[in-house]
């Protein structure tokens, strides 16, 4: 049983500039497995951008081309639920044993480790033996090795090992053809300016693409309604509205340093006056939890600094707010104002 899902296929999978390395990478480990330097291979990206499909993709190509390898697909949350059960059931060696001999193992969505210090070092001597016997192992995450947040560093180490692939989000082109393939797959036929009204008004979010198709579908068949131009505005607004506004690093700079009743250029400045490098540290503290702006990026918008330092003030925000009241109010109120 290697749970993978058939219709999540490479053929499925279409390419686009936003996909290519991470496409092609997978099209090599899933030629050789464990005999690449892809070893493991991270996919990483934001949300419905295609990770768990393209990690379906690599291990249906593999049980295709190698019939005899034994391919195991998990989220890391499934593994993690896993691994407490052997724990509780006196069992761990077994279930250690039982990832050891596994040919080609996907984890998915590993971000999930983030804090589970018992899994994640099972997880390591489970990856260490794996790559040790040139077992091919393949990750999907949220983010970049660079920016997860606490996992070990002996793991993080092995995840920079072999190759980190980003899966961006897709140009209108490949939005487009994305929706065609799901149509003709389907069976449904649609006019081509429609394709083209809901490709260019959801960007960010293949997922969402595909739902508001179907909800598209859905609605013409059950109204009896024909599928037009304004039908699609009516199911893509809804969509667009119901995805959450992301607030900007600008936005959220803007209100820390309103309420500090200072401009943004000191909040950015230099200095070491400990109002104005708390302020700052707040900033930089509700860019990491309100936007996907990984920390060199919030980094080098907030002051031109470096990401130890985004990772330095958001602990540090963390730790004040738990042993600091006055600081606590700060955080708190400076949420209010950025709720959205
Ligand atoms: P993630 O795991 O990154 O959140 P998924 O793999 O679940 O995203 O993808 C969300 C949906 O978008 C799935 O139905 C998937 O088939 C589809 N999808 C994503 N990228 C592509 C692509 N390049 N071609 C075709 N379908 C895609
Ligand atoms: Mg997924």
Request: glycine share 4%.
């Amino acid at each position: 049983e290697s749970q993978l899902n058939p219709n999540y296929n490479f053929e499925n999978f279409l390419e686009g500039d936003s996909n290519r390395l991470a496409r092609n990478a997978g099209l090599a480990v899933a030629n050789k497995p464990g005999g690449t330097s892809f070893n493991p291979l991270l996919i990483f990206g934001g949300v419905g951008l295609g990770k768990t499909h393209l990690s379906h993709a690599i291990g249906i190509d593999i049980k295709d081309k190698y019939p005899e390898k034994t391919v195991l697909y998990i989220s890391a949350e499934k593994f993690t639920q896993q691994y407490i059960d052997s724990v509780k059931k006196n069992n761990r060696n077994d279930f250690i044993h039982f990832y050891q001999i596994i040919d080609v193992l996907i984890i998915d969505d590993v971000q999930f480790l983030s804090g589970k210090t018992g899994t994640q070092d099972v997880f390591f001597h489970i990856f260490n033996h794996l790559h040790q016997n040139g077992k091919q192992v393949i990750l999907t995450s949220d983010k970049a090795p660079v920016d997860m947040q606490d996992i070990e560093q002996r793991l993080l180490s092995r995840f920079k090992w072999g190759l980190s692939a980003e899966l961006q989000s897709p140009d209108f082109e490949t939005r487009v053809s994305i929706l065609k393939n799901k149509l003709y797959r389907d069976g449904v036929e649609m006019p081509d300016d429609i394709i083209e009204y809901v490709a260019k008004h959801i960007k960010t979010n293949v997922r969402e693409l595909e739902g508001a198709i179907i909800s598209l579908i859905a609605q013409s068949s059950f109204n009896k309604k024909e599928i037009t131009i304004s039908l699609a505005k009516e199911i893509v607004e809804k969509f667009v509205k119901n995805t959450k506004r992301e607030v900007s690093i600008d936005y959220i700079q803007k209100v820390v340093s309103d309420y500090f009743q200072m401009d943004v250029d000191t909040l950015q400045s230099k200095t070491r006056k400990r109002h104005i490098v708390q302020a700052r540290q707040l900033a930089m503290f509700f860019a990491k939890k309100y936007t996907k702006a990984s920390l060199a990026s919030i980094g080098s918008q907030i002051g031109k600094r470096d990401h130890a330092t985004v990772l330095h003030a958001c602990k540090t925000v963390d730790n004040l707010s738990s042993t600091d009241k006055q600081f606590r109010k700060y955080v708190e109120d400076i949420a209010k104002k950025l709720a959205l």
